[in-house]
């Protein structure tokens, strides 16, 4: 089944401990892209990547890293957590880029996160 | 990137159709409108694309305004199942940034 799988579902942590949330797609699309939403905020994009290697910011980059070194997998990465990145957090990916092209993104079933 | 500006709410009664406007000024001529929707405790998922034409698909319709600065997401018979918001997304400028934006709160009446 074409899916996007993010793990955990549920995380909770203390400010400053160091957290990956993964992201794996099956589907060997070339874009792939974080997002988090809060209320009242919609969904904002944290960082994406074109392809393997190639990662830019989105609106909200800030306290969040990422890498790419496989197609399929896309992990964001808090070096520092604060409460203020409490948040539900999406992975998307899509065939090519989403905006222009004939590409829908698909989406994970979010990783809801806190810190405290 | 483009910005888009939808309602923040809108009510329909359940068999009706319901239309979901959207305007998109400043998209470019070549990008794609998107419309996405996020069911309660999911993450959003894809409804409808289109560049000029109108088009159909088993999920709904979308009606694209001649000049593309704006369209309108039908749904022909509303469900409770619909209930959920509805995003529409340009993608002007970078095309890799793409925008949500706060969407539109729909409820279905039984």
């Known amino acids: 089944e074409a899916q996007v799988t993010q793990n955990p579902r549920y995380l909770i942590t203390v400010t400053g401990k160091k957290l990956t949330v993964t992201c794996s797609q099956n589907?060997?699309?070339?874009?792939m892209s974080w997002y988090r939403q809060d209320p009242g905020l919609g969904l904002r994009q944290i960082y994406y990547?074109?392809?393997?290697?190639?990662?830019d910011k989105g609106d909200v980059p800030e306290g969040y890293k990422v890498s790419r070194k496989e197609k399929r997998n896309f992990p964001l990465i808090l070096e520092s957590p604060s409460p203020n990145q409490t948040s539900l957090y999406f992975c998307?990916?899509?065939?090519?880029?989403?905006?222009?092209?004939?590409?829908?993104?698909?989406f994970g079933n979010g990783t809801r996160l806190t810190v405290t | 990137d483009a910005k888009t500006t939808q309602p923040n709410s809108m009510e329909s009664n359940e068999e009706e159709p319901v239309h979901l406007p959207c305007n998109h000024s400043?998209?470019?001529?070549?990008?794609?409108i998107h419309w996405y929707r996020q069911l309660p405790s999911q993450g959003p998922e894809y409804v409808i694309h289109?560049?000029?034409s109108n088009v159909n698909n088993r999920m709904a319709s979308l009606a694209i305004a001649e000049d593309r600065k704006s369209s309108t997401l039908i749904l022909h018979r509303a469900t409770l199942r619909d209930a959920a918001v509805y995003y529409c997304?340009?993608?002007?400028?970078?095309?890799?940034?793409?925008?949500f934006g706060k969407g539109t709160l729909l409820t279905v009446n039984p």
């Open positions: 289109g560049l000029t």
């Open positions: 589907m060997n699309h070339e874009y």
């Open positions: 997304i340009g993608s002007g400028g970078s095309n890799y940034k793409l925008t």
């Open positions: 998307a990916s899509s065939s090519f880029t989403p905006g222009r092209a004939n590409s829908p993104l698909h």
């Open positions: 400043t998209i470019s001529g070549t990008d794609y």
């Open positions: 990547s074109m392809n393997v290697e190639v990662t």
